[in-house]
């Protein structure tokens, strides 16, 4: 059974490091897209990308230290 949750820590954390460039990417662009039409300001934005790139890495940290126990 512990090596099931193994598993699918592994994948999840492979999941999120390949899935983050497209992620940064795709939220780059939105963001772009709202600090063109002056929706939102370009600080904002970066902090917006900041936070998702941060959560992203939390995510795998977490699950590489929970593969751990």
């Known amino acids: 059974m512990k090596s099931d949750d193994n598993k699918q820590n592994i994948l999840k954390i492979v ?13 780059f662009i939105i ?12 600080t904002l934005g970066l902090v917006i990308i900041l936070i998702v790139i941060t959560y992203t890495f939390y995510l795998m940290i977490r699950y590489a230290l929970k593969k751990q126990d």
């Open 15 to 27: 999941g999120l490091a390949v899935g983050l460039p497209s992620s940064i990417l795709g939220v």
């Open 31 to 42: 963001i772009y897209i709202l600090v063109e039409k002056n929706i939102i300001t370009a």
